[in-house]
């Protein structure tokens, strides 16, 4: 039973952008895992930029 964790900033990701992102990673597991897609757990994360940091600093402020 796989489980895939995509984790993005919550940056207005549509649900339709949701929908393809769970069709595409399911789709991924099912082509290179052999896995079965009725078993395939996505779980989208939308993670606040304040709390996203790359470059030792808070992604909300290399935005700007």
Not at 37 to 51: K, M, Q, R
């Amino acid at each position: 039973m796989p489980y895939i964790n995509i984790k993005v900033t919550d940056e207005q990701v549509t649900k339709e952008q949701k929908q393809k992102l769970i069709a595409g990673a399911t789709q991924l597991v099912v082509d290179i895992l052999g896995k079965n897609p009725e078993t395939t757990h996505v779980v989208i994360d939308e993670v606040p930029v304040d709390n996203w940091g790359v470059s030792g600093k808070q992604y909300s402020e290399l935005k700007n």
